[in-house]
């Protein structure tokens, strides 16, 4: 309704894994459940959004009247997915846990036990975030960086050179954080690299700490 801080305004979403095909039966992929990101979706169309949900193979579902969820699987084709809604949307939250690399050829049969070694070669896949902070006009942008070194200073680091407005930063290193866990602990850093630091809690709440920051340096 008219009345919630979000209303009007569309939101685009990234969430969970991508998975890279090796062959027709083998992929490279990762631990993302894609919670993190259904939650911020969740959380978005609860505060008045229109949500597009790009999300990932995950087994999470959700049934919002303004969540709309386009299913992928590999990075490519969540490339496409979000550039498509991009230009129409106020707010884009990655979330997803893209995969840096797939196999340069996916074989076409299953590929048979052999040698005592196999080596497949890999090639970068394109950076979705950086991508959409090269197109970025109105949009608020906001990355998510996963570290487990030099974690604020790789986080800032991201922020500059994707052109975003904000990063929000988990670490592998805290307890309870990252991956598959119900929960998350975050730094919500902005453009002007202030960091405002969350304590442990559920990922729904988390969700809400973000759009909070996220509001409140938008006044949305
Ligand atoms: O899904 P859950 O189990 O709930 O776990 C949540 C999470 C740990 C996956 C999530 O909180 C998180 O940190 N997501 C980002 C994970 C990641 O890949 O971080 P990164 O530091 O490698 O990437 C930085 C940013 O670039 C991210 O916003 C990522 O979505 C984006 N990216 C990266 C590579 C690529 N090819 N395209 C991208 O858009």
Aim: glycine share 6%.
């Amino acid at each position: 309704s008219k009345g919630l801080p979000l209303f009007g305004k569309k939101v685009l979403i990234t969430a969970g894994p991508t998975y890279e095909a090796i062959d027709p039966v083998r992929f490279i992929g990762n631990h993302s459940s894609g919670k993190m990101g259904f939650e911020l979706a969740k959380r978005a169309a609860d505060l008045g959004a229109e949500v597009l949900l790009v999300s990932g193979p995950s087994h999470l579902e959700l049934t919002h009247s303004s969540v709309t969820i386009e299913r992928v699987t590999s990075a490519d084709e969540m490339y496409k997915a979000a550039h498509k809604s991009y230009e129409s949307v106020d707010f884009a939250i990655c979330a997803a846990a893209v995969a840096d690399y797939r196999p340069k050829t996916i074989a076409d049969e299953k590929i048979k036990k052999k040698d005592d070694e196999l080596a497949i070669t890999l090639v970068k896949n394109k950076d979705i975030l950086f991508s959409l902070g090269e197109k970025k006009q109105r949009q608020y942008l906001v990355g998510f960086a996963l570290e487990t070194e030099n974690e604020v200073e790789n986080a800032k680091g991201k922020l500059q050179r994707k052109n975003l407005d904000a990063i929000v930063l988990n670490s592998l290193n805290d307890y309870g954080a990252g991956f598959g866990t119900a929960t998350n602990k975050i730094a919500f850093i902005d453009k002007n690299l202030d960091i405002k630091t969350f304590e442990l809690k559920s990922k729904a709440d988390v969700a809400l700490d973000i759009w909070n920051e996220i509001i409140a340096h938008t006044n949305a």
